[in-house]
């Protein structure tokens, strides 16, 4: 199985960590292997700044404010578009505001990098199907499969993650 991440830096408010690319990709692999996914697959990965993102919550969500990551599904009911070329199944984007990550990660006193992973993870989830917004025991599943992907990363919520350790 391939599993493709396109990762795009459309933001200079916030340098890149070396490492994070492939935390990125392997935070993609692992909730596709956690949910046990079939086949060969497509993701869009983009780094944004706060401004940017702003606008985009507020075109798709109708909330003007910067938010953290943003999840565009390209499939329903475990149907995704396929790549014609190359015959994956397209998940979806994800856009991640740098800004709002870096924010958070010293607000939640961890390392940029492992916020950039939980918010990929949680991401992947909602590509896959998953919805939290409700609440419930909807939301309850999601969490749960979002921490034991990332303690399957090595990231759990107590840990700091440091890619140079």
Known sequence: MSHKVYITNNQK???????????????????LEYEKFEGNTEVSVIFVDNEEIAKLNEQ????????????????????????QETGAA??????IS?????????????SLQREVAFLTVHSMFHLL????????????????????TLIQLGLPRTVSYTPDE
Request: charge should be negative.
């Open 13 to 31: 408010a916030v340098k890149i960590p070396s490492g994070l690319r492939i935390l990125i990709r392997r935070a993609c692999n692992a909730a």
């Open 60 to 83: 798709y969500r109708g909330k003007p404010t910067p938010t953290d990551v943003l999840s565009f599904p390209l499939g329903e009911d475990n149907h995704y578009d396929i790549n």
């Open 90 to 95: 397209m998940l979806g984007d994800i856009v």
């Open 98 to 110: 740098m800004e709002r990550a870096m924010e958070q990660a010293e607000m939640y006193g961890h």
């Open 129 to 148: 199907g998953y919805d939290h917004e409700a609440g419930g025991i909807e939301a309850v599943r999601m969490r749960e499969k979002e921490e034991a």
